[in-house]
């Protein structure tokens, strides 16, 4: 009988190593097949509203990028309301030069540098900024 008891006792005690050893393994092999990806700015696309102000401010220390567009800058200031056509035009034949991609980056820039985009154009940098996500 004694015998039978040292055996079953052997026999749950190798269960609960087992069972622990499994644990152990297990958990490891999951963390190591999880792989963690941070946004960054690259891949931000409107979605995540803390992403797109931490981009902001990232963007606001660092130097302002221009787009060959310093003749922008004159318009400093100026309400979206305030453009008339032939301005929004200038605004509209930088947008429509650039390279594809670059539409929310220079949006970015215009805002850093206090230049607001005509409401004539802006229907039409959004449909660029969303064709670039």
């Known amino acids: 009988m004694t015998v039978v008891i ?6 749950v005690v190798l269960g609960v190593a087992a069972a622990v050893a499994h644990r152990l393994f297990s958990q490891g092999s999951e963390a190591a097949d999880t792989v963690v990806t941070k946004a960054t700015c690259d891949t931000c696309n409107g979605d995540d509203t803390r992403c797109e ?4 401010l990232e963007a606001a220390t660092k130097d302002i ?3 060959d567009d310093e ?8 309400p979206s309301d305030c453009f008339t056509d032939e301005e929004a035009e200038l605004f509209r034949e930088i947008l429509y030069t650039m390279p594809p991609g670059e539409a929310k980056g220079w949006n970015r820039s215009l805002i850093l540098r206090g230049v607001n985009v005509p409401d004539q154009i802006k229907d039409e940098l959004l449909l660029m900024i969303d ?3």
């Not at 102000?53 to 902001?56: D, G, I, K, L, V």
């Not at 003749?71 to 100026?78: C, H, Q, S, V």
């Open 131 to 133: 064709g670039d996500t």
């Open 6 to 11: 040292v055996l079953f006792l052997c026999l």
């Open 53 to 56: 102000q931490e981009c902001m």
């Open 71 to 78: 003749e922008l800058d004159r318009f400093r200031g100026r």
């Open 65 to 67: 990028e221009y787009y």
